[in-house]
């Protein structure tokens, strides 16, 4: 299983970015996905999660409002879009894939991060 996850990148402080996962060597409509951050010194956190066909959406508190999670079971493609971003942004962001939905850190498959810098 890979999940290579990319887009991230430097952007000001209410900017936007979007994040895509692409997933292969799982049968991607049989797997819940995740986004995750983890920032310097700090404990991976849940980010956002969608369930196999995206009728099960749920967000953290802090992102609620400014993030999207989508999915295209088609593509194998998972994607995090990111508005109004904040400096407290700031993280490696980790795309993963698990079979129940969750919003702690037990999942099966995880990505190697894309890195998501927001300037003040």
């Known amino acids: 299983v890979q999940l290579q996850a990319y887009g991230g990148g430097l952007v000001q402080a209410g900017g936007s970015l979007r994040l895509s996962c692409a997933a292969s060597?799982?049968?991607?409509?049989?797997?819940?996905m995740g986004w995750f951050r983890q920032a310097p010194g700090n404990e991976r956190e849940f980010v956002a999660v969608?369930?196999?066909?995206?009728?099960?959406?749920r967000y953290q508190d802090s992102v609620k409002g400014r993030f999207t999670i989508s999915r295209d079971n088609a593509k194998n493609l998972v994607s995090l879009q990111m508005n109004s971003l904040e400096p407290e942004d700031t993280a490696v962001y980790y795309c993963?894939?698990?079979?129940?939905?969750?919003?702690?850190?037990?999942?099966?498959?995880w990505g190697q991060g894309t890195l998501v810098t927001v300037s003040s």
């Open positions: 993963a894939a698990t079979r129940l939905i969750t919003t702690t850190t037990r999942f099966d498959y």
């Open positions: 060597g799982l049968t991607f409509s049989n797997y819940v």
């Open positions: 969608i369930s196999m066909r995206g009728g099960t959406i």
